[in-house]
């Protein structure tokens, strides 16, 4: 089972390099080719568009883990160890829960957009599609929430000294 | 009522420790939920349109162009040939670490980018020639936030999207201001250089000279290609944030070939995951502005502040103040997207320009960055020279007081950064 997050955990971080920077040389290639032979394809921007949405979801809950969310520290960093865990379990519940909305009215929204029928106006896309990043890369971002509310609750039981939780970082 | 109702939910959360982000979607999914009940699906909508837009394809863009070239060798390539040119002088190495920030930052949007990228070459170098530790790390972690004052520049990007103005414009406002700081911080280099004794033993042979010019002709025409592409209005700063990374990229595989394949990899993943928390701030942002807007906030804080405010210069004053206190206390790249779109009404009813005022807070933003306990350069210092914050801390504090100088200067003088975009643009 480990084996088997740790694979996706690995998909997921290769593919949201390579959607910035396939979104890099597309663009590039884009500007080349409307320079050089004015060229354009029509569908280009809403295309890199939906892949920058997607990728920002992505990249936001894969930021999670890495602790990449900025958040005030002020209190937790001048109150007791106890209670800076305390203070991080709901802190990070709270997140959970709220981007669990995302998920609940996301799907909501979709089914609504399926009703409609709408498309995109330059590749003709079902309005759908593009909305489905939120609710999907929401389970994945508030469940990481809802683990790093556990670490800090586990540290407040055995009384552990007060440091962030998440993977480091390497910038 | 509703309006405690939001202020109560935000400062609350913040103060839990929330990420920002959720705190600002979470105060808008409570206020639409409870005062106004329309449905929260509008909610999502919000969220989307925020970022369904082709402008911010330059933030990631911006970010991956700029990790590239401090992992790369562009940086150690543009300290050399610096060196060439101020290095014999008193103060020359602290001086050409500047000038250097400054290249950098002509090249990158990214203010921890440049500190990396400068700063882990040019902080050991200028302690091994004997410049004093302190004013050594000092110097580079403040000029490093040159690197968004100087064109191009993230926050920039942000701000020109919640304020409806031309991303090009702004661009070319921070020019004059930014030569500016790092003049200040160049003439502040040779006074405590002449003062100390620390003179240049930096020499170089007519042919040296030439190898160094040689060797860094490539990361000295990428402010040229980036710039000069959308100043010649060849391309948009998103076009030019593309080219600059397919430039990085093709400059350090093929010309310099010292980036590995592998570690290029993880650039591009770090820079990813880094663009979509900042992306995913701006779109819950983007919700928690529309909010303050369908509530009229912008107008009502007008009305005060005009009421209780004497002359735009006592504002301007108030706002940086501030800001200094926000910059001490949280992320202040996310307070000024958030507080900015609030000060609209306030802002044309002084008759301030935009543009000035977002130089204005840039330069808070890059005091933010320098402010103790939570400043993002610090971070980014004490990981390159591994010390204790309140080193760092002890020896920005001087710097600090330089950049709050030059903020001074920027706000009463909005000639600085009007005047570009007035001749070329307007």
Redesign the interface.
């Known amino acids: 089972m480990n084996k088997f997050i740790d694979k996706l955990n690995r998909i997921e971080e290769w593919s949201v390099g390579i959607i910035l920077l396939g979104l890099a040389v597309l663009t590039f290639i884009e500007t080349v080719l409307r320079y050089t032979i004015s060229y354009t394809f029509p569908w280009f921007q809403e295309f890199a568009n939906y892949f920058l949405i997607f990728g920002t979801y992505l990249g936001a809950s894969i930021g999670v883990k890495y602790g990449t969310h900025f958040s005030m520290e002020a209190l937790t960093e001048c109150v007791p160890d106890r209670i800076s865990h305390i203070l991080k379990t709901i802190a990070y519940s709270i997140s959970g829960l709220a981007v669990m909305l995302f998920i609940f009215y996301g799907i909501k929204h979709i089914k609504a957009v399926i009703g409609f029928g709408v498309k995109s106006p330059a590749m003709q896309l079902p309005m759908y599609i593009p909305y489905i990043a939120i609710p999907v890369f929401s389970v994945t971002m508030s469940f990481r929430f809802f683990v790093l509310s556990w670490t800090h609750f586990k540290k407040f039981l055995k009384n552990e000294p007060y440091a962030k939780v998440h993977k480091k970082v390497s910038r | 009522m509703s309006l405690s109702i939001i202020f109560i939910c935000f400062f609350a ?10 705190v600002l ?2 105060t808008t ?1 409570i206020y639409l939920f409870f005062v106004a009940q329309t ?3 509008s ?3 919000q ?2 349109n925020g ?4 402008v ?2 330059g933030v ?2 911006f970010i ?1 162009a700029g ?1 590239i070239m401090a992992e790369g060798a562009i940086s150690d390539r543009l300290v050399n040939v610096m060196k060439l040119f101020v290095g014999r002088f008193t103060g020359g190495l602290a001086m050409s670490s500047v000038l250097a920030c400054m290249f950098f930052a002509a090249i990158s949007g990214s203010s ?1 980018a440049t500190v ?1 990228a400068i700063g882990s070459i040019m902080i050991p170098a200028l302690i091994k020639e004997g410049y004093g530790e302190r004013f050594s790390i000092g110097l580079l972690t403040s000029s490093g936030s040159l690197g968004i004052l100087i064109p191009p520049s993230i926050p920039m990007i942000l701000y020109a999207l919640v304020m409806n103005v031309s991303v090009a414009e702004i661009f070319l406002a921070g020019f004059l201001p930014g030569i500016f700081i790092g003049c200040c911080l160049m003439a502040y280099s040779y006074v405590r250089s002449k003062r100390h004794g620390w003179h240049s033993s930096v020499r170089y042979t007519f042919k040296e000279g030439l190898t160094i010019i040689k060797d860094g002709f490539w990361a000295l025409l990428l402010p040229f290609l980036v710039l000069g592409g959308i100043y010649g209005g ?2 948009t700063p ?2 030019a ?3 600059s ?2 430039y990085a990229l093709f400059v350090e595989l093929f010309i310099y070939k010292e980036l590995k394949i592998r570690k290029l ?2 650039v ?10 900042l ?3 701006l ?1 819950c942002a983007m919700t928690f502005i529309w909010l303050l807007t369908v509530e009229q906030i912008p107008v009502k804080l007008a009305e005060f502040i005009i009421k209780n405010v004497d002359s735009k210069w006592l504002f301007l004053l108030a706002i940086n103040g501030v800001f200094l206190i926000i910059g001490a ?3 202040i790249v ?1 307070a000024v997207i958030v507080i900015s779109p609030i000060l609209v009404e306030t802002l044309s009813r002084y008759d301030i320009d935009f543009v000035h005022f977002g130089i204005i807070m840039i330069v808070n933003i890059e005091c933010g960055f320098l402010t103790p ?2 400043g993002l350069n610090l971070f980014v210092s004490m990981a390159i020279v591994r010390r204790s914050l309140v080193d760092i801390g002890r020896a920005i504090l001087p710097f600090l007081l330089l950049f709050l100088l030059c903020l001074l200067v920027i706000t009463y003088v909005p000639q600085l950064s009007t005047l570009l975009p007035k001749l070329f643009l307007r």
Do not use: H, K, W, Y
């Open positions: 959360l913040l103060t839990l420790s929330v990420p920002v982000s959720v979607v979470t999914a449905p929260l699906t909610l999502i909508q969220l989307f970022l369904d837009n082709f911010l394809l990631p863009f991956l990790n921890p990396i060849i391309f998103t076009e944030a593309a080219v990374v397919v990899f993880v591009c993943r770090d820079s990813a995951i880094l663009s979509g928390c992306l995913f701030i779109s206390l949280m992320d996310t306990p939570f």
